[in-house]
């Protein structure tokens, strides 16, 4: 059947609102909007600080892990979240750490509050979640440790892919392996210990993705690296390679990718696609890994509910989200913000509000996938 693309007009349902894409010249970015709904505890109460950063999709509950500048509670540890109340499932879940990996030449860091800023799983093992490190600056490898692992091509301290092994049910959760990354030096990746990996997303084919903030010239880029049963084998460097994947074109602004998941397409032998967060902008891309197709931008505005029993409108919309954590699942995509301390509490309007903007409570937000996003700017 053909469809005029001229006339083509396509609305998608987001958590009691509506967003409408239309379709245009290319690279002109589409509208979205999505209403949250608050993460809470076990007792129904807003979570206090849990600076959101990874979030993958795991045996029908969303898996959320936060930074170190969390407070100090909510670090190392996992939120088992239902994706449809938004509301924990357990109390959180530590993460310990093996002797292997205290005694190794990461052991201080681990000794320590690593800043993770991603979470994904094993498709090979669902008992084992992969994570990644990024500003470490506060360690320093020993100088024999230096010696082995000091030439990442990006920072000092080297980004560190992360093994957590766990039962089936998640009620516990060990560090048990470590690997550090190297760039290539051609990617001009930077000695920048905040700017590093903040997305890690497994395709069909036994690829690891990893997304880069930004680099030197402040653009995200997309590595990649072959994992197989066998990767946690080795204690040597993870050689990433340049996807060489074609991003957004950039302006003046930073458009750092803070996280990453892979959506598969609906067409048959068609690899898939990677789906962006680029929180600076409110904007999630939807990146072809074929590029038959250029990147499909949507500019996202979010909303956040203020409650039954407030004389406020049921939602307020956000000045400021920060979205960092992006699973999908099926048809939807389950986004979580990070409340960025400095300016979170500039989203006040509310006052019902008022106390979860002042905690820096997340909110979870879906999206649902949109036919669009697979006929955009057809080659």
Not at 63 to 89: F, W, Y
Not at 203 to 218: K, M
Not at 271 to 283: F, H, K, S, T
């Amino acid at each position: 059947m053909f469809i005029q693309r001229s006339i083509f007009v396509t609305t998608v349902a987001l958590m009691g609102l509506a967003c409408t894409a239309l379709p245009s010249a290319a690279n002109e970015v589409k509208l979205g909007n999505a209403a949250g709904i608050w993460l809470t505890d076990l007792q129904g109460e807003t979570l206090t600080d849990p600076q959101s950063s990874g979030f993958t999709w795991r045996h029908n509950e969303i898996i959320h892990l936060g930074d170190n500048s969390a407070i100090e509670a909510m670090r190392n540890k996992l939120l088992k979240v239902n994706p449809q109340t938004a509301q924990l499932n357990a109390p959180p879940i530590a993460i310990t750490v093996s002797d292997q990996v205290l005694n190794g030449c990461f052991g201080e860091l681990f000794r320590q509050y690593p800043d993770f800023e991603a979470l994904t799983w094993d498709r090979h093992d669902d008992t084992v979640l992969i994570t990644v490190t990024e500003d470490s600056r506060f360690v320093s490898l020993s100088p024999e440790c230096k010696a082995r692992y000091g030439e990442t091509n990006s920072t000092d301290y080297p980004t560190l892919l992360v093994k957590i092994e766990a039962d089936k049910a998640l009620t516990q959760a060990q560090i048990t392996a470590v690997r550090p990354v190297q760039f290539p030096k051609a990617a001009l990746v930077g000695n920048a210990p905040n700017d590093g990996i903040e997305g890690l997303a497994f395709d069909n084919s036994g690829n690891l993705y990893l997304a880069l903030e930004q680099n030197a010239a402040n653009a995200p880029m997309i590595f990649k690296t072959p994992y197989n049963t066998e990767f946690w084998l080795h204690d040597d460097y993870v050689k990433v390679q340049d996807s060489a994947f074609v991003l957004p074109v950039p302006d003046d602004k930073d458009h750092p990718i803070n996280d990453l998941d892979y959506l598969p397409s609906p067409k048959a032998n068609h690899p898939g696609y990677l789906v962006a967060v680029a929180r600076n902008d409110d904007q999630l891309w939807i990146i072809d890994i074929s590029q038959q197709q250029p990147p499909f931008v949507m500019q996202m505005s979010y909303y956040a509910p203020t409650g039954s029993n407030s004389n406020c409108p049921a939602y307020e919309k956000m000045v400021q989200t920060a979205v960092e954590g992006v699973a999908v699942y099926k048809d939807s995509l389950y986004l979580v913000n990070d409340a960025w301390k400095k300016h979170y509490p500039d989203n006040i309007q509310c006052p019902a509000n008022a106390n979860n903007f002042n905690k820096f409570a997340p909110l979870l937000f879906r999206v649902s996938v949109d036919p669009i996003w697979f006929i955009h700017n057809l080659k």
